[in-house]
């Protein structure tokens, strides 16, 4: 229910970043004097982006400097000439009034509609501290959320975003401002899966209808985008490989260090993110080939069908038979061929009647396909052979120990002959760990009375254990499970248990 307001909290600190500045600026009044108030909140945000190009350089960023910087900008843009008296009290305001909240952190409340709870958010969008050339002066810089909130809102490509983010992600490590990086890595993560989807849509919309986007439009956008994408990809591994010589430089460290294990946690986290990164590029670029040679394929074909000579309906067949309606007798061989015997296949007629479009599962396009009722029963056969014997083992381990973790079922089976039973492969046991903590709990003796995916073939043990409940659910703890195969799944570890 209202699925669409999952994480609706999580969007609202996003937003709330700049609602706040608004209304902080609303609350000052001496600046009607010279701008109105779509003006003074561009110089607000104009102040910050100098801010940012100065965090980003690791440079002093003092009130002087944005004094300067600002009445450069009143003068050429604004065609103002303000006293420096004014321009000091302009920066002193946007500065500390409403960027720092009179050095009060913002607070923001919202709902968390999968819960029902209220959050609080406190952050401070710029802070300030020590000059490097004088004690006593004040240079500021951006925090996470101004980061977040000019980044997100930076009207340039999103190349130069993400050529951005990998600077500020090297720069960090190489500083070895882990938070920093771990900030960037989380951006250049958020931009890559937006620029991969467009891929995709642009994708669907082709395979929908090849005449949705012209040949011009596929060069610039779709090959363009899968160049750059190949050209990430490449900087990431190269990432990817700084964050592991700066892990192992970490472990080196004493133990006693105070921010070792924070730092080691933040790299391992940048680390995944990278990982994650390159995985889902490297799909998607070797997809890329495929989709490219059937594009051009369908070109191919969409040329050939306009070459050919077809009928005209109305005049070639229906102007006739109206005027001469006789003809009617030796239409039949037209419509032959509309009556040939059907293949022997299963097929169900409501998808006659559904909207053509592309049918999608998660990230991957699925064809619908027609297959033989005998093959589909086999193959139904088969995976319900590897379910149960699966189930057969999990459920034989639970009620021996009574209580257990899917952790310790790994372990007790990794060197038995029964390892390829309980494992066939990763893609079948997740299958049936998903729909474990899916029902969460098996009444056995309910299960015996009805024909469910548990209890096909697995009637006798739910007998020798009928009157207790299984129960199943994740905990935070994260394992890797190998198959023979050498395919690996990472997943939650799970309490397993029986009970009266």
Known sequence: MNEFLNNFHKRMEKLSYSYLIDSKAATLTFYKEYFTDIEFINLIYTLMVFILEKSLKSEDCTLDDMSVFLEGIILKYFKLELTSDVIKSLVYDIVYRVLRNDGKPFIFETIDYQTGTRHQYHYHLVQQKNASFDENKSTFYLEKEGYRLILNSL????????????????????????????????????????????????????????????????????????????????????????????????????????????????????????????????????????????????????????????????????????????????????????????????????????????????????????????????????EEQYFNEILAIIFDFISERKETTLKELITHYEKSHDFIKLIPNVRKFSEVLIELLRVGKIDAETEVQKDTFYSKSMISRYYQIAGKTLFFYKTEEIIVIKDKQGMILKCPNIIMKISE
């Open 155 to 382: 009207e340039v490509d999103e190349k130069l975003q993400i050529d951005l983010n990998q600077m500020i992600l090297e720069l960090s490590l190489n500083k070895k401002n882990f938070s920093d990086a771990l900030m960037a890595a989380q951006n250049l993560n958020n931009l890559i899966i937006a620029q991969i989807q467009v891929i995709k849509n642009f994708t669907m919309r082709l395979r929908e209808s090849i005449f949705s986007v012209s040949i011009d439009d596929f060069e610039k956008h779709y090959l363009q985008n899968i160049n750059v994408l190949k050209e990430q990809n490449e900087r990431f591994y190269e990432l990817y490989d700084l964050v592991i010589k700066e892990e192992e430089r970490v472990q080196l460290l004493d133990s006693a260090h105070l921010k070792k294990y924070q730092s080691l946690k933040q790299l391992a986290r940048i680390k995944e993110l990278l990982s994650d990164i390159t995985e889902k590029a490297s799909s998607l670029i070797g997809y890329h080939f495929h989709f490219k040679d059937e594009y051009e394929e369908a070109l191919e074909h969409l040329s050939l069908y306009y070459e050919k000579s077809r009928i005209n309906i109305k005049e070639q067949l229906l102007k006739p038979l109206e005027q001469n309606g006789s003809k009617l007798g030796d239409i039949y061989p037209f419509f032959n061929v509309l009556f040939n015997k059907g293949l022997k296949k299963h097929f169900n007629l409501n998808f006659i009647f559904k909207t053509q479009d592309l049918m999608l599962s998660n990230d991957e396009e699925k064809e619908i396909s027609i297959i033989d009722r005998d093959q589909k029963d086999m193959d139904e056969g088969h």
